[in-house]
């Protein structure tokens, strides 16, 4: 995914904006990384650059 993408991303749970922390950047995309909540203290993972923004699963 491409970082100004970040911008327009949020949470699903909380709708709270992302914080982006990148471990790893190719030709302008994010390749993996992590989307922090602050609200919810969760990681969303990116890899292979797909956000994976799925709701933590709660049961
Ligand atoms: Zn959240």
Not at 9 to 31: M, N
């Amino acid at each position: 995914m491409r970082e100004s993408l970040v911008k327009i991303l949020a949470c699903p749970v909380c709708k709270s904006s992302l914080s982006l922390v990148t471990k790893e950047i190719e030709d302008d995309e994010i390749v993996s990384g992590v989307l922090h909540c602050p609200s919810c203290d969760h990681d969303y993972l990116i890899e292979n650059t797909i956000p994976n923004l799925l709701p933590p699963e709660k049961e």
